[in-house]
């Protein structure tokens, strides 16, 4: 595991995306799957600016979404698929027909487990993942009680997830469940990146990255991953023990 500490969100945000864009360029025809979360955002925002001047282009790639709340689907505000596609796929004219995320809106969850399943192993693998942290330590919805031989499933979200989940849902009504790319799927990523930005991270870094490896704590369990690089702003990393 390396740890990469940058002064502030922006010098974060632009390491990740030089280091993303370096991928891009090297491993054309690869899947990445990139969080949803509010910690990327900025990465994004960088990468389509990269596609369209020309410097890379992501339409060489193959994307998977990490995650979905169950019951939302591309109109609803707040869905992983609504801030993937506007805050990234659709900003950067990415073709869609490179791009599989999860539908929550299927009454069939298995089905989109299976579809997403073989999209992945059709490509070969994820080459590449940009995961974010919650404050309970769950990557995409794989949630404390996470375990490391999963593939893409459903979960019955934890109570952190659901009150975080209130910054998507200002109405207050907060999916009660998740479907997810499991763990297996990202700790086979030839690359993983891991981010967390500002201080309300701290905690939950350090006993991501100090403390036991756990279930309990679904980040922690990254770092049993050769090719994990974490990417810090510096109050993100303020409690971790030198
Ligand atoms: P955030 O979400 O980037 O919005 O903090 C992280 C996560 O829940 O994975």
């Known amino acids: 595991m390396t740890v990469n500490v940058l002064n502030d969100s922006t010098a974060l945000a632009e390491a990740v995306a030089e280091k993303i864009a370096a991928f891009v360029k090297a491993n054309p025809g ?15 925002l960088l990468l389509a600016d990269k596609h369209k001047s020309g410097e890379i282009d992501l339409n060489t790639m193959w994307f998977v979404g990490l995650d979905e709340w169950v019951g939302l689907g591309n109109d609803d505000t707040g869905s992983c698929r609504q801030v993937m596609y506007s805050g990234f796929y659709d900003l950067a004219a990415i073709d869609h027909s490179r791009i599989l995320a ?18 992945i192993t059709d490509k070969g693998g994820i080459a590449l993942t940009a995961l974010g942290i919650g404050m309970n330590a769950h990557v995409g919805f794989n949630e404390p009680g996470a375990v490391a031989d999963s593939l893409a499933h459903v979960v019955a979200l934890d109570d952190t997830t659901l009150n975080v989940g209130k910054k998507y849902f200002p109405s207050g009504n907060v999916p009660g469940k998740g479907i997810t790319v499991g763990m297996a799927q990202l700790l086979a990523a030839n690359e993983l990146l891991l981010m967390a930005s500002g201080e309300c991270k701290a905690e939950i870094v350090k006993k991501a990255l100090q403390g036991k490896i756990t279930g309990a704590v679904p980040a922690s369990l990254l770092r049993v991953a050769a090719n994990l690089t974490v990417w810090l702003d510096s109050a993100a990393a303020a409690a971790l023990v030198k």
């Open 30 to 44: 690869a899947l990445m799957c990139f969080a949803a979360g509010d910690t990327p955002q900025k990465v994004y």
């Open 102 to 119: 999860f539908d929550g809106l299927d009454e069939n969850l298995d089905r989109q487990c299976q579809m997403i399943d073989k999209w």
